[in-house]
């Protein structure tokens, strides 16, 4: 598949197919993917935490704003997402987001197509307390 079919094929999908289930290994895969991806002055900065099993999925599910601004509630019932890559900022290795912010879209956009390329997609969330989403994951504070 080259880059023009993956952007056509790429969308942001809001209803899952909770019937099929993806592993650890494939999630790697496309943080892999991601960590091979251009970086601002190769800080590597961005950490990632991945959610593939329903205890911890109905930890950050609540915690996230789908498409708000559309009037509906989405997604439906019983079509919630069955997995989960949180990218996370460690500002241990550098305080400053505006490299981050940067970054977080490249890594997010890598991901994205690396789902397509599989046969899957996602939807890029962005509407989330950081604050509540590390407490709920238990993460390190930086």
Not at 108 to 114: E, P
């Amino acid at each position: 598949m080259n880059i023009k079919e993956l952007c056509e094929k790429n969308r942001s999908i809001r209803n899952f197919d909770r019937s099929y289930r993806t592993d650890k290994e494939t999630l790697l895969s496309f943080i892999d993917n991601a960590r091979l991806s251009p970086s601002s002055v190769n800080l590597q900065q961005i950490k990632y935490f991945i959610s593939c099993d329903d205890e911890t999925n109905e930890k950050i599910f609540p915690l996230l704003g789908f498409a708000k601004k559309l009037k509906i509630t989405l997604p439906y019932k019983g079509k919630e997402p069955v997995a989960y890559i949180v990218i996370c900022h460690d500002k241990s290795v550098a305080e400053n987001c505006n490299m981050f912010l940067r970054d977080v879209g490249i890594c997010a956009q890598t991901i994205m197509f690396s789902a397509v390329e599989k046969g899957l997609n996602g939807c890029i969330v962005g509407n989330f307390s950081p604050e509540k989403l590390a407490a709920a994951l238990s993460l390190p504070e930086n």
